[in-house]
């Protein structure tokens, strides 16, 4: 059986702007594949040369065994596509809009359309320009999977979602998948990758850095610890020895404040902390640019990069790519117009409790 999807040194230039080289990336057919990195890393690009809305500089794409030509062709009626920026016909109603997607497709199940737009409350009565930024998703999102699709690709799902709305997506992803519909999809939010994928791949810089199952994700097994000890005090070097951090700093500007990454079961990491006079204290899950500093700082001696992040921001119209249709009546939907810094997690700190070589690397 071919793969689903199957990218073999995907490079694209828009001019001299890079968005992404030398790419390979196989998703088999059944899979909820992630494909997560910060802004500007290239996965816009890398999903719309998949649909043929972009043309390799070189490297070639096949969806179910077959090259995507141009425009993407009659073979893309197996695939759903959600753009991470919507933008649909606004004078149109939500549910003019989707009786007008489903007329590209031979067989629409209605019933199924009603039970999308009633579980992701969508109110199809109204125009689309008086619609949210979330209800334009949520309209985007009815569209891409109203001919239940073979494979479905989404990018970035989940953003302007509130997180009732967001779990009831992920569940109708969930559901799809287990009834055979392949999904790939972006996302900025590793706990989503967390939920919900079988595999991840991770892409930075236009680069892809690993392709793994999402429990082997560097930085999966990780918490990340904020604490603030009373008056301001340091960690004590008792402590400090036996994490094995050698100089775990305190957050610049807040004496006794701590952000540490921590590699340790909980109920030792429980009971290291007890003694201390805390004022305050977060465990939580690390966050995607936390497992890319993990990757950079634990990594095999990979240098750390200072700030885990990178900008984007390179804007320029590239030629013969400018915003075009992302389905059905959706004009627009380019992948221009993003960009910049992401956030940083600097600061945050590797305690090596659970495993001595704290190998996070894999
Ligand atoms: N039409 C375009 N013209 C010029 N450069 C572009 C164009 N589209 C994308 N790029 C550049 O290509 C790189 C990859 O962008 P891309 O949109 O694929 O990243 P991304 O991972 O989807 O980012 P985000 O998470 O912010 O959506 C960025 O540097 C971006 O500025």
Redesign the pocket.
């Known amino acids: 059986m071919p793969a689903a999807i199957a990218i073999r040194g995907l490079t694209k230039y828009?001019?001299r702007?890079?968005?992404?080289e030398d790419l390979d990336l196989e998703v088999e057919e059944g899979e909820i594949f992630g494909f997560i990195?910060?802004?500007?890393?290239?996965?816009?690009?890398?999903i719309r040369t998949l649909l043929g809305l972009v043309r390799p500089t070189s490297g070639s794409v096949q969806v179910f065994g077959r090259p995507v030509p141009p425009g993407g062709g009659p073979r893309l009626a197996e695939v759903g596509y959600l753009p991470?920026e919507v933008a649909y016909y606004p004078d149109m109603t939500g549910q003019e809009l989707l009786a007008y997607a489903a007329g590209f497709y031979p067989r629409v199940d209605r019933r199924w359309v009603a039970r999308l737009v009633e579980r992701l409350q969508l109110d199809p009565s109204r125009p689309v320009r008086t619609y949210s930024l979330g209800n334009r998703k949520k309209l985007g999102i009815v569209q891409a999977l109203l001919h239940q699709p073979r494979l479905l690709i989404l990018d970035?799902p989940s953003s302007g979602l509130d997180p009732l709305i967001r779990a009831e997506l992920f569940e109708i992803l969930r559901e799809v998948n287990a009834a055979g519909t392949t999904i790939f999809f972006?996302t900025?939010v590793l706990e989503e990758v967390d939920r919900l994928c079988h595999r991840v791949a991770m892409?930075r810089d236009?680069r892809l850095l690993q392709v793994a199952p999402v429990d082997d994700l560097p930085g999966r097994h990780m918490k990340i610890v904020t604490l603030r000890l009373a008056g301001g005090a340091p960690l004590p070097g008792d402590l400090l020895v036996r994490w094995g951090d050698p100089r775990p700093e305190p957050v610049p500007g807040k004496p006794g404040t701590y952000r540490l990454l921590v590699r340790a079961p909980v109920q030792e990491l429980v009971a290291a902390l007890a003694p201390l006079a805390l004022e305050d204290l977060t465990i939580a899950e690390p966050g995607l640019e936390d497992v890319f500093l993990t990757m950079y700082r634990v990594g095999d001696g990979a240098p750390d990069s200072g700030s885990g992040t990178q900008g984007?921001?390179?804007?320029?119209?590239?030629p013969g790519?400018?915003p075009q249709g992302s389905g059905p009546g959706t004009p627009g939907g380019?992948?221009?117009g993003?960009?910049g810094p992401a956030g940083t997690a600097s600061g945050g700190r590797v305690i090596r409790t659970g495993r001595p070589d704290g190998g996070a690397g894999r």
């Open positions: 828009y001019g702007a890079r968005g992404v990195g910060p802004n500007g890393a290239g996965k816009t690009t890398t991470s970035e972006s900025h892409i236009g984007g921001g390179d804007d320029a119209a590239g790519d400018g380019g992948a221009g993003r960009g």
